[in-house]
């Protein structure tokens, strides 16, 4: 009877009950006699060959988990978000690292062993430069004026591997995480930041004080073009530089200030003057209009006339519904004559 497969099946020999006591003489042991009971393993052919290919299977399992543990481990996903391009890198863990390309976001590169990724932006900054305190600038006339430089610029996206490799460098995850824009800000101190300055402070210094106030527009174009040519053939694209917030020294502003209220003031004076002589032109004129009415009644008018005219103005008097007549002794003309008159010299008060 065969055991089943894979394990053994003992086999018991024992010596019969009645046999004597065994001596080292063969003829004293014979065949029946009695012997210790013994037990023989045996095996079948079956059971040794699926031992050890359930070994094998097992370490492959377990060979196989642990690959997939490292490689999970040691690989990565790398995520881009909108308005950003990421510059792909792959590790090595024998060998060397190197580019592995580049993705716009939002996109990621599937998990990949070893892969990471930088994110550069590529919308525009708008960063200001201060000339203030210390960093004031002296204008042609040794006047110190403090201002301030608005530079628009961005990163030309078919540029980023150029502007990785050759003007930033990679920044830790830990940097990344408090300041996306780190690799953008190293760049720009490493290579904009310090010609943009020296250009504005040219612009300045070739102009008098007060001028510098009315051409902050030329100022401004003129850094533009020179930051432009500069940064020709680079990755950074400059859209716009804007001069602005113009401070001058405060006795400075305040003599200006003087000087307009007394600018001010002056222009009010010959506003003054000005309606002055508008209001005798006015009068002359006006007089002159009066003599020369006053010349034409003195040339057309006669004494029958303005007599008429007397006599017709009492016929209105006389006809209105509110009037009381009174006779008054009159003149030659029609004037009425006042004063006090004798009653028995009627002839004197006519010919008066």
């Known amino acids: 009877m065969h055991a089943p497969r894979g394990e053994f099946q003992p086999t018991p020999v024992r010596a019969e009950a009645d046999r004597g006591t065994p001596t080292s003489s063969p003829s004293a042991n014979p065949a ?39 490689w999970m481990i040691g ?50 900054y708008t960063y200001t430069e201060d000339f203030t305190a210390n960093e004031a600038v002296l204008s042609r006339d040794n006047l110190k ?54 250009y504005a402070r040219d612009e300045v210094q070739r102009r008098n004080g007060l001028e510098v106030k009315d051409a902050l527009i030329p100022i401004g174009d003129a850094v533009l073009a020179r930051i432009r040519q500069y940064a020709q053939g680079s990755p950074f ?47 002359e004129v006006q007089a002159q209009g009066i003599a020369n009415a006053m010349e034409i009644i003195r040339g057309q008018l006669s004494p029958m006339y303005i007599q008429h005219e007397a006599i017709e103005a009492q016929k209105l008097m006389v006809n209105g519904p509110n009037h009381t007549v009174v006779y008054i002794p009159v003149g030659p003309m029609g004037v009425p004559l006042t004063g006090t008159f004798s009653a028995t010299q009627p002839r004197a008060v006519a010919q008066r």
């Open 237 to 283: 694209i400059i859209s716009s530089v804007v001069v602005g917030n113009v401070q001058y020294p405060e006795e400075v502003a305040e003599a200006v200030s003087r000087k307009l209220a007394a600018t001010q003031e002056l222009q009010r004076k010959d506003t003054e003057i000005e309606i002055e002589r508008k209001e005798r032109t006015k009068r």
């Open 32 to 70: 029946g006699a009695w012997r210790p009971a013994m037990f023989v393993r045996t095996f079948s052919s079956d059971s040794i060959v699926d031992r050890p290919r359930g070994a094998v299977l097992a370490l492959f399992v377990a060979f196989l988990g642990a690959v997939l543990a490292v």
């Open 75 to 124: 690989s990565s996903n790398p995520f881009t978000p909108a308005g950003y391009v990421g510059y792909l890198t792959k590790g090595a863990v024998f060998g060397k690292s190197r580019f592995y390309g580049i993705q716009r976001g939002p996109t990621s590169a599937g998990r990949t062993w070893l892969l990471d990724v930088t994110n550069v932006s590529i919308t525009p």
């Open 145 to 198: 004026i403090a201002f301030r430089v608005h530079t628009v610029w961005r990163i030309d996206e078919a540029r980023v591997p150029l502007f990785m490799e050759r003007f930033s460098t990679t920044a830790g995850h830990a940097a990344l995480e408090k300041n996306p824009d780190a690799v953008v800000q190293v760049a720009y101190g490493n290579f904009v930041r310090e010609p943009l300055r020296t």
